[in-house]
């Protein structure tokens, strides 16, 4: 709860100064890369999931969306 707390200011002041850069659809797909590319490896290395294929299809899924989003 403290560093929630905590880190409020930090990530306030990022997503303003992201906002100036990207639109919101492109912001919230960049969250979800950054988050997926961070739990995977920790699911399956720290908690012992087993690696599934879905985990694959997810992150081929989400590569399309960031083409989609990004491409002028």
Known sequence: ????I????????ANRIG?????LAQLKIM?????????IPFAVFYMNQPFKW??????L???GAV???FRT
């Not at 879905?54 to 992150?59: I, M, R, T």
Request: net charge negative; charged share 10%; with cysteine.
């Open 19 to 23: 906002f100036t850069v990207y639109n």
């Open 61 to 63: 899924c989400l590569l």
């Open 6 to 13: 905590g880190g409020l200011p930090v990530r306030l002041l």
């Open 67 to 69: 083409y989609f989003m």
């Open 31 to 39: 969250q979800e890369v950054i988050t997926l590319t961070v739990f």
């Open 1 to 4: 709860m403290v560093s929630f």
């Open 54 to 59: 879905d985990f694959l299809w997810a992150g």
